[in-house]
């Protein structure tokens, strides 16, 4: 099992910025690619970020060169650097963790965190 906290969520203006993370506890974390999910109101789930122990990053198209994630195995820490922000982003943000790489499969969700933007 691992279990996935999300936090640093919150309220910011229009072209703000927000770091998210996520913090795992449990099995080895590094035997996981973490990634980043987000879900708007009335809208499907959808992939942001995601990343492997090292390297190869890969991110969602609306979010590239707006959003970085990055990871600190140490300590067990995921993140979700967030710039640019636009009223668009708002959604609540999920951590998750895969077993599988390069193709990503949800075996373990955060709670999610609220990212509100304003205009």
């Known amino acids: 099992q691992v279990q996935l906290v999300e936090s640093g969520g919150g309220l910011v203006q229009a072209g703000g910025s927000l770091r998210l993370s996520c913090a795992a506890s449990?099995?080895?974390?590094?035997?996981?690619?973490m990634g980043w999910f987000r879900q708007a109101p009335g809208k499907e789930r959808q992939f942001v970020a995601s990343?492997?122990?090292?390297?190869?990053?890969y991110y969602a198209d609306f979010v590239k060169g707006r959003f970085t994630i990055s990871r600190d195995n140490a300590k067990k820490t995921v993140y979700l650097q967030m710039n640019s922000l636009k009223p668009d982003d708002t959604a609540v943000y999920y951590c998750?963790?895969?077993?599988?790489?390069?193709?990503?499969?949800?075996?373990?969700w955060g709670q999610g965190t609220q990212v509100t933007v304003s205009s």
């Open positions: 990343m492997r122990f090292i390297g190869s990053e």
């Open positions: 449990g099995r080895t974390f590094t035997g996981y690619a």
């Open positions: 998750a963790a895969s077993s599988t790489w390069p193709s990503f499969k949800s075996d373990y």
